[in-house]
């Protein structure tokens, strides 16, 4: 028996939401998906309210994950807290609120989903998500074990894809939201794809809208993230898997427009 996992790549703000309501719930019963995992840490574009979070579990998400932009909303800490199925990275301090890791029970069985966050470049205090992630599969007895792994590297999401084969179910990395083309199963039976993408604003530069990120690179004074308009995506992988084994069986790359 197969399980059938849905990836979704970084939401970014009200288009990024919006869309994901209108299209999420038909194409999880179109492709038969078991399981969606959404990456919501940019649902306010940077960040993610309550009332967003809520938005995305009711467009269809089964688990939220997060990122570097987690403290960014300070109303969000006590919902962490309150609601196991949205996860910031593990590897942020202990005292931190939340949790990093889950366990969903499916009509397939038992799923571990873990949260985890690069360091390279993202100048954050948190430990070493390798390691973490050792510690956590020795506490779950899921066969069936997903990671987003929430980095700016191509390398750093690849060397944890390698560094987890034949161990968890499947690796797809977040944060770049740009979409890469290397969705694959790997030699031991993990799937991976280096970044999900984003779901937003196709004319955009990662969600946000051409002129300002443009007046950024130029040397404008900051100031705040403002989403684009127009047409929406949806971009990230569907990842087809043996519940007996918790192998990989296939990894596809989608987008819908």
């Keep these: 028996m197969n399980m059938r996992i849905l990836a979704v790549g970084d939401v970014v703000g009200a288009p990024g939401i919006h869309f994901l309501s209108e299209r999420l719930s038909d194409f999880k019963t179109g492709q038969r998906i078991d399981l969606a995992v959404v990456n919501g840490e940019n649902a306010n574009v940077v ?4 009332k967003q979070a809520d938005a995305i ?11 570097n932009h987690t403290w960014t909303r300070y109303e969000l800490q006590p919902y962490l807290d309150q609601h196991r199925r949205i996860l910031r990275p593990a590897n942020f301090a202990p005292q931190c609120p939340g949790r990093g890791w889950t366990e969903v029970r499916t009509k397939q069985g038992k799923v571990c989903v873990i949260n985890l966050m690069g360091k390279f470049t993202l100048d954050a205090n948190t430990d070493n998500p390798f390691l973490v992630v050792d510690e956590i599969l020795e506490q779950t007895d899921a066969r069936v074990v997903l990671v987003d792994m929430h980095a700016e590297g191509t390398s750093e999401k690849r060397a944890m894809g390698f560094y987890l084969d034949g161990r968890v179910s499947a690796v797809w990395g977040t944060h770049t939201h740009v979409q890469t083309s290397d969705a694959d199963v790997l030699p031991e039976g993990t799937g991976y794809i280096t970044d999900l993408g984003m779901t937003g604003p196709v004319q955009s530069v990662l969600g946000i809208t051409p002129e300002q990120s443009i007046g950024k690179f130029l040397g404008d004074p900051p100031r705040r993230y403002e989403a684009a308009m127009g047409a929406c995506k949806i971009e990230g992988a569907v990842f ?9 069986v296939s990894a596809e790359a989608v987008r819908l427009r």
């Design 47 to 50: 960040g993610v309210t309550p």
């Design 57 to 67: 579990f009711a467009a269809g998400a089964d688990v939220i994950t997060l990122g």
């Design 240 to 248: 087809e898997i043996n519940c007996e084994t918790g192998k990989c």
